[in-house]
């Protein structure tokens, strides 16, 4: 009995970390060689932690000089500071001890809009490496952990956005 539990247990949460997993929208510029892939946040942007939303998206162009081109976008909800410095710095912690960073020009007003991309240099190594957490070093630094099922579902929607045709 307790290993029918366990095994229905095991299929039900998979099967909520695939039910999370969300589509991937292509787009063709219309010259033809630009193609992009990203996830269909049409509804609601995928959750990296509490207060912390994304988006995937690749850049694929035609040609063999240029290759593909992955870009993170980092949603933080309701963030708003007030910092001294014209621009602040975002950092994404891998499991491996990489920094992944980007700096986010402050507005006019001094209010940073809670937006930042970060480019992903080689996304294979990220699939194989966990974000631990990300930081936003503002006034005071503002840290993001993420839970085991949320690293599951960004893997899973990083693999689709890598492998989409």
Same mark, same amino acid.
């Given at each position: &009995?307790?290993?029918l539990i366990l095994i229905m247990v095991f299929f039900f949460l998979n099967f909520i970390v695939n039910a999370? $997993? $969300?589509k991937i929208l292509k787009s063709v510029n219309d010259d033809g060689d630009v193609a992009t892939f990203e996830l269909d946040?049409?509804?609601q942007?995928?959750?990296? $932690?509490?207060g912390l939303r994304y988006n995937i998206t690749r850049h694929e162009f035609k040609?063999?000089?240029?290759?593909n081109n992955y870009r993170l976008l980092l949603? &933080? +909800?309701g963030f708003y500071s007030k910092t001294l410095n014209k621009t602040m710095a975002i950092s994404a912690v891998l499991s491996d001890g990489t920094i992944l960073e980007a700096k986010k020009i402050i507005e006019d007003d001094g209010f940073f809009d809670g937006a930042c991309t970060l480019k992903i240099k080689d996304p294979k190594a990220l699939l194989e490496a +966990?974000? +631990?957490k990300v930081i936003v070093h503002a006034d005071k630094d503002v840290i993001y952990v993420l839970s085991e099922q949320n690293k599951s579902v960004f893997k899973k929607n990083l693999s689709n956005v890598i492998n989409a045709k």
């Open positions: &009995m307790k290993k999370q $997993a $969300a946040c049409s509804v942007f995928q959750t990296l $932690a509490k040609g063999p000089e240029l290759k949603v &933080m +909800d +966990d974000i +631990d």
